[in-house]
């Protein structure tokens, strides 16, 4: 479940504004948020955290996770491509 690619990618510009990622899987998008994340603490940062364990656990979908997901880079201010 945790490797299953999202229907769409989001590609975002975690480091610098011109090195683009591709984030297609809910443990890419844990990854990201848990070490490359730009803020501590945020609402929609730790929603996506959330998420993304319920849905490695099996309780809710990788959809679940990537709509998660793009709120917590929108909070952030990161960059991003949405394919």
Do not use: Y
């Not at 504004?17 to 803020?39: N, Y």
């Not at 959330?50 to 998660?68: N, W």
């Amino acid at each position: 479940m945790t490797h299953r690619k999202w229907s769409k990618a989001v590609t975002i510009a975690l480091e610098n504004p011109d090195e683009w990622v591709v984030i297609d899987t809910t443990q890419a998008a844990s990854w990201a948020l848990i070490e490359d994340w730009p803020l501590e603490e945020a609402t929609a940062l730790d929603r996506a955290l959330s998420v993304c364990a319920d849905v490695i656990s099996g309780k809710r979908t990788p959809e679940d996770a990537r709509l998660a997901f793009i709120d917590a880079v929108k909070e952030a201010g990161i960059p991003m491509k949405e394919a």
